[in-house]
């Protein structure tokens, strides 16, 4: 068999795709090939020639048809040390370039590893193959990792919760899984993870005679855009007779930047963002206000006090609107979503289902229709939210003149994180990094402090705020040749500090900082808020982050020193190597305002819950 599947390989090498190598007769049409290698076909048919994971011996069969195909340029492999890892950067590759690779694992904890890291990709719409070894289908016992229960498709019941799931226990459905897997990772506005359980005696099964043919393609999502008038009619009276109007935009608004920016002078809006979608608007347009939510910008919750509220490519995510209660004032608003029922998430509003970009083409001309012009008059709204956003400026600015604090735990002087995260951020921007935040108190922080001009410059995981994702989203740096920093607490390191390893191995070529307060400052800073104390968010356990770095041969471990002046020589002294450096930064925890950039909203949380949940049925939205 082996024979055949290097023919094959070789002959698709040659042609550079299968539907050449038969029509040119080079292979034939009808061939008997095991179900791993129509597996292999079928995803190479829809461009994914990327694999990430780790092989067991639920996955052994795969394995040797990928080793053949990449022996022949077809496909490559990044074997990694942890599954949630490959997850990870299989995520990060998708959101970057819109490339859909494969996670590849065994059967068992291996796969609930994956299947974890998959949270990532299914809260950003990132389209991933989950390739799982999974029991075999004759049942003849407990196969070893398996679920230990005594009930079929528990791995597919598992999966098909996150995302859509497909298990092979008939051979010929390869095909019909291949389509499913076509359509949720390519081809949906808001693509999915896409879960295929390969039985282990299933995938070296032989189908003889098998059409290579009847392997679909992949998908292309075609924008849909609503043709219903009265839609816009409905938004154009809204925001005519609003007196305060504030555009928010979340992941779904990419690529709409230059329409937000005319919308919002036609009907003299703000503009604020989520967390992740900082970009689509430049930080510099006077309309725009930076951050809103439970964590946003002074300026970014003053914004969301108006009275018409326009929602573009956003779901209702607790801290992303305050948990249902941002919008005290609003007495409309406008939903624009591809998904029918982020649309019409709220009460009383205009959903306007679509794609985004087409479907506020169609309103422009419709408030312009309506007598909506640019004019060139400031506001008494314009005026107040500049007069927010310059005291905005000033806090930030009162941060970053404080750059150092005497800190309890280091029994000295350290950075803030305000100043240590502004160095870093600066000198990202002017090297051409792209940033990655990682969840907990550095990115909180982060969101606020950065200043970004387009999309994509910063990449702030907050659908599943993954602690983990930063350090291993680097990982793809070397497979697109572009240079990330991923901007990290000591906790989220910690989670995936396998990157060291498989960073090098991979030719990473990116920069970790490790922003050390030896807690969970995010939690600890929650717990006093609502309770007044803190308990089990820190340890007393040092950890040497330079020498860790030092004993992985190739990666340069760098002290970042205890000032803004030693940082930035850490960071040129990174960007001078050409690999993995990874900077430590001793930074400030305590209650002292200035070590942080405060929080300016609510949040149905802890002992809050009762408050924001009164808050949120009285607003009705």
Not at 166 to 185: D, F, H, I, N, Q
Not at 211 to 237: I, M, R, S
Not at 469 to 490: E, H, P, Q, R, T
Request: contains cysteine; negative net charge.
């Amino acid at each position: 068999m082996n024979t055949g599947i290097q023919q094959r390989a070789a002959a698709i090498a040659h042609h550079s795709s299968l539907h050449k190598a038969v029509s040119q007769g080079t292979i034939a049409q009808y061939q008997d090939i095991t179900v791993s290698e129509a597996l292999v076909l079928g995803l190479l048919q829809q461009g994914v020639t990327r694999y990430f994971g780790i092989f067991g011996h639920g996955s052994t069969a795969i394995a040797e048809v990928l080793r053949i195909y990449e022996y022949h340029g077809l496909v490559h492999t990044y074997n990694v040390r942890h599954e949630t890892a490959a997850s990870h950067a299989a995520t990060m590759l998708n959101m970057l370039t819109g490339e859909v690779a494969a996670v590849v694992t065994s059967i068992g904890p291996g796969a609930l590893h994956a299947f974890a890291g998959s949270l990532a990709s299914a809260s950003n719409g990132a389209g991933v193959y989950h390739i799982y070894g999974d029991e075999t289908t004759h049942d003849e016992g407990f196969n070893m990792q398996q679920i230990p229960k005594d009930e079929q498709a528990l791995f597919l019941k598992l999966c098909s919760v996150m995302g859509n799931a497909y298990a092979l226990y008939e051979p010929w459905s390869v095909t019909s899984a291949l389509k499913r897997g076509a359509v949720c990772t390519k081809g949906l506005p808001f693509a999915q993870p896409f879960f295929l359980l390969a039985p282990m005696n299933v995938q070296p099964a032989v189908l003889t005679h098998f059409n290579l043919l009847q392997l679909p393609h992949g998908h292309h999502h075609v924008p849909v855009v609503c043709y219903d008038d009265t839609v816009f009619e409905k938004a154009t009276a809204l925001a005519k007779n609003a007196k305060r109007v504030t555009i928010k935009i979340g992941n779904g608004a990419r690529g709409c930047g230059s329409y937000i920016e005319t919308l919002a002078n036609l009907l003299d809006a703000a503009i604020i963002s989520g967390p992740s979608s900082a970009g689509i608007v430049p930080y510099t347009n006077p309309r725009y206000m930076g951050v809103g939510g439970s964590k946003g910008s002074l300026s970014g919750n003053f914004a969301m006090e108006a009275d018409c509220i326009i929602v573009i490519g956003a779901r209702g995510v607790c801290q992303w609107d305050c948990s249902g209660t941002a919008w005290k004032n609003a007495r409309a608003i406008i939903n624009f979503n591809v998904n029918p029922f982020h649309a019409a998430h709220y009460n009383r509003c205009v959903s306007v289902v679509g794609d985004a970009q087409g479907n506020l083409q169609r309103w422009i001309e419709h408030l312009r229709a309506n007598g909506f012009s640019l004019g060139d008059s400031y506001s008494e709204w314009f005026l107040a939210l500049q007069e927010k956003k310059a005291q905005w400026q000033a806090l930030k600015q009162q941060r970053f003149d404080c750059p150092v604090l005497f800190d309890e735990m280091w029994k000295r002087d350290v950075l803030t994180q305000p100043a240590a995260i502004k160095t870093a951020c600066e000198f990202a921007d002017e090297h051409n990094y792209i940033k990655v935040f990682d969840a907990g108190d550095v990115q909180a922080n982060g969101f606020q402090i950065i200043e970004d001009k387009h999309e994509m410059q910063t990449i702030t995981e907050t659908g599943a705020s993954y602690m983990g994702f930063a350090s291993s989203s680097v990982l793809v740096s070397g497979i697109v040749d572009k240079k990330m920093m991923a901007f990290c607490g000591d906790g989220s390191f910690t989670m995936n500090p396998q990157i060291l390893i498989d960073g090098v191995e991979h030719g990473a070529n990116a920069t970790i900082i490790i922003f050390d307060n030896r807690r969970m400052a995010a939690i600890t800073g929650l717990q006093y808020a609502q309770y007044g104390s803190e308990y089990k968010t820190s340890d007393s356990v040092a950890v040497d982050y330079v020498a860790m770095a030092h004993s992985v041969h190739g990666v340069q471990g760098i002290s970042g020193g205890y000032t803004p002046s030693e940082l930035m020589q850490a960071l040129q002294k990174a960007d001078q190597y050409r690999g993995l450096s990874l900077i430590h930064v001793p930074v400030y925890y305590g209650q002292n305002e200035l070590g942080g950039m405060g929080v300016f909203g609510s949040w149905n949380v802890g002992n809050w819950c009762t408050r924001v949940q009164e808050e949120y049925h009285r607003q009705g939205w």
